[in-house]
Structures are given as C-alpha cells and as structure tokens.
C-alpha cells in the first residue's frame, strides 16, 4: 500500500469551483471549521448549484488563504 500524500497547492486549482472537501483540505482545516467561517464576511462565500451542491470560487479561496498568511 503507497502512503498518501498530503495534498499541496498544486492539487488545488487557480480557478473554477471546488467542494468543501477540497476548501477543507488545502486550508488544513476541518469542513465544520469551514462552515463556522462561511460567518465571516472575510471568508469566501459558498454558491448554491443546485438544492445539493454547494461549491466555493477557487480563486477566491486562494486569495483569502494568501490574505490570512501576510495578515
């Protein structure tokens, strides 16, 4: 069995929509804590697709993740 790899930056994309998995995992955070943060008008904001797909902008979740490193 090959170790998994934790994932990097690169497994996250410049742009399009992501799930909240993928938001969970490239900010090392839990989804609970990335539902607690929707709160947060700093934090991206989620779009609704449809009654049960909910994405965030990948762009904007890289911005915000940059912003929260220098700040």
């Known amino acids: 069995m090959i170790?998994?790899?934790?994932?990097?930056s690169l497994d996250f994309p410049l742009s399009?929509?992501?799930?909240?998995r993928q938001v969970?995992?490239?900010l090392?955070?839990?989804?609970?804590t990335v539902h607690r943060r929707v709160k947060d008008p700093g934090f991206p904001q989620p779009v609704r697709l449809s009654?049960?797909?909910v994405v965030f902008?990948?762009?904007e979740v890289r911005r915000w993740q940059e912003r929260?490193?220098?700040?």
């Open 68 to 71: 929260s490193k220098t700040g």
């Open 24 to 26: 969970a995992l490239f």
């Open 3 to 8: 170790p998994s790899q934790p994932p990097t």
């Open 28 to 32: 090392a955070m839990s989804e609970s």
């Open 57 to 59: 902008d990948a762009a």
């Open 51 to 53: 009654s049960r797909l």
């Open 16 to 20: 399009g929509n992501v799930r909240i």
